[in-house]
Nanobody, 121 residues
């Protein structure tokens, strides 16, 4: 079983910063990719940023220049540094990992429980 635990959410004023952290644990042979998604009330979950084992990153245009994703592969952690936050960034943020649990298993998606980020105007 694989667990993803997020931390770092909270309430911040517009223009402020937060850093989200996600730690993966359990039976993990390899992690292909780790990512952050978010879901605002009444909206679909959307990809915010992702990073692969080669440290390449993909950032959604809506947060490009404000958010940075980086990982610590040895610790199986991924971080999302969020600067110049806007009220429209308010959402539950979810950590995602594409994990292979054994050498023979297929890659599966795992999700954290989510952490609330609220940006006040």
């Amino acid at each position: 079983q694989v667990q993803l635990v997020e931390s770092g959410g909270g309430l911040v004023q517009a223009g402020g910063s937060l850093r989200l952290s996600c730690a993966a644990s359990g039976i993990i042979f390899s992690i292909n990719e780790m990512a952050w998604y978010r879901q605002a009330p009444g909206k679909q979950r959307e990809l915010v940023a992702s990073t692969s084992t080669d440290s390449s990153a993909n950032i959604d245009d809506s947060v490009k220049g404000r958010f940075t994703i980086f990982s610590d592969n040895a610790k199986k952690m991924v971080f999302l540094q969020m600067n110049r936050l806007k009220p429209e960034d308010t959402a539950v943020y979810y950590c995602n990992a594409q994990v292979r649990t054994t050498t023979m298993s297929r890659v599966r998606d795992y999700w954290g429980q989510g952490t609330q980020v609220t940006v006040s105007s």
